[in-house]
């Protein structure tokens, strides 16, 4: 069994970086791993994911060239550089893990989730 736990979110300002991590216990090791995110009112949207070795990335439109993801499998973590933050950022971060096959964007598909971190942007 695989457990997902978000943490680094907080309260910053516009322009500001911030980094999450997502430390996962269990065999995470050899898993894909995907970042998401849902502001109040919005459905959950797909972030960034990353293949097991770290090697394969992939962005959603509106965070390619602010946020990278990367992981670090001695310490089971899977990080989110965020920077220049914007308000429109506001929002509950969550990491996912183990996706079906070929649908690293699609939600539905992931296995594991976190419990979320909350990220707030001020103008």
């Known amino acids: 069994q695989v457990q997902l736990v978000e943490s680094g979110g907080g309260v910053v300002q516009a322009g500001d970086p911030l980094r999450l991590s997502c430390a996962a216990s269990g065999p995470a090791v050899t898993l894909i791993m995907g970042w998401f995110r849902q502001a109040p009112g919005k459905e959950r949207e797909y972030l960034a994911g990353i293949d097991w070795s770290g090697g394969v990335t992939e962005y959603a439109h509106p965070v390619q060239g602010r946020f990278t993801i990367y992981r670090d499998n001695a310490k089971n973590t899977v990080y989110l550089q965020m920077n220049n933050l914007k308000p429109e950022d506001t929002a509950n971060y969550y990491c996912?893990?183990?996706?079906?096959?070929?649908?690293?964007?699609?939600?539905?598909?992931?296995?594991?989730w976190g419990q979320g971190t909350q990220v707030t942007v001020s103008s």
């Open positions: 996912a893990a183990d996706p079906a096959p070929g649908s690293w964007r699609d939600q539905t598909g992931y296995t594991y």
